[in-house]
């Protein structure tokens, strides 16, 4: 079984930044790709930026050439590096882990900007 444990979100004034970060550790444990989902209140959960262990990366529109997802294999660990934070990117912030087994979804970072 995986763990994640989340850091990095808070409070900013727009155009600002932040990162967030999610290391995963357990055993026995081959993940395929980790990522980044947010969720806002009455609305899905929705993508932001995942990476694959080769290091292939897909951003939703929204955020492309703003955040950028990086992964250090050997530690199991994910970052998202969030510059130039609009309003709407105010949300909960999960990281997702997907390996042999199935997905696994740290327990969320609330990640507030103001305008």
């Known amino acids: 079984q995986v763990q994640l444990v989340e850091s990095g979100g808070g409070l900013v004034q727009a155009g600002g930044s932040l990162r967030l970060s999610c290391a995963a550790s357990?055993?026995?444990?081959?993940?395929?790709?980790m990522g980044w989902f947010r969720q806002v209140p009455g609305k899905q959960r929705d993508l932001v930026a995942v990476i694959t262990t080769g290091g292939s990366t897909n951003y939703v529109d929204s955020v492309k050439g703003r955040f950028t997802i990086s992964r250090d294999n050997a530690k199991n660990t994910v970052h998202l590096q969030m510059n130039s934070l609009k309003p709407e990117d105010t949300a909960v912030y999960y990281c997702k882990v997907r390996d042999m087994r199935g997905d696994t979804w740290g327990q969320g970072t609330q990640v507030t900007v103001s305008s």
């Open positions: 357990g055993s026995n444990f081959r993940i395929i790709y």
